[in-house]
């Protein structure tokens, strides 16, 4: 049984500067909720219930938003505003959630191996705080994964079908498919030319890694930006075990950018009761003035 999770969130959210010079990138509302927080909820809806969050300069928000905050509840049952009550509670208490801060921001590859200690001898699922997977079937994305592994016991990255002429934007799947939407890894191929793109299937923001993972971080060197990547740790193993990829039954929503982050925001508004059929009148007068 996979019960661990880690979340890396020590990046600088510089695509959206100013707003993230002094708030984690991570906190950014999708609608009204943080985008790590829906983070949290897919890891939970998985079966996680031990989560190691790793953090860096200015995301002390991250922390006080996972705890409790007696001030407000109190507010809110004096107020008898039982609703909201509930909600606050049940943000610092959907599972036991942890944070190690990464001392120096030195890639992603570095912050996966802050986790070694907390995991210990574990499988764990990572996934990306910036990164939301909405299901389509109704398992989640981290889910589909864990299931994988369980069934080939081996680590496994999520993958989506992108565009080819957007290959060049990902890290892209070189493998052999075993089952239905299920592959053997031969290798990983960072953001190649659509002509030598061996497929088009992306990394999501979701893996689960057996614990091994860990040596192969201590293994690998700087790559790109001088950094340490997780991907060129990921390829080593491949070379070495069995490693597999599954197409997610779900769309990634990628905040990383401000684009996205707003594609975002009014996809999951328009499926909020409140606000979802006055939206959509807006929306829909806002095009047919555009094309008037």
Known sequence: MIRKAVIPAAGFGTRFLPLTKAQPKEMLPIVDTPTIQLVVEEAVESGITDILMVIGKSKRAIEEHFDRNFELEHELAEKGKNDLLDQVRQVSSMANIHFVWQKELNGLGDAVSYARNHVGNEPFALLLGDTILESYSGVPVTRQLMDVAVKHQGSVVALEEVPVEKVNRYGILDGTEMDDG???????????????????????????FMPDIFDFLMQ????????????????????????????????????????????????????????????????????????Q
Do not use: C, W
């Open 220 to 291: 690998t060197g700087r790559g790109k930006h001088n950094e340490i990547q997780l991907t060129d740790a990921m390829r080593t193993m491949a070379q070495s075990r069995p490693m597999f990829g599954t197409r997610i039954e779900g769309k990634r929503h990628d905040i990383g950018n401000k684009l996205d982050f707003i594609k975002t925001n009014i996809r999951y508004a328009l499926k909020h009761p409140d606000m979802k059929d006055e939206l959509a009148e807006f929306l829909d007068d806002l095009v047919k003035k555009r094309f």
């Open 182 to 208: 299920v592959f053997r890894v031969n290798d990983f191929i960072e953001k190649p030319h659509p002509s030598e793109a061996p497929s088009n299937l992306a990394f999501a923001g979701r893996y689960v």
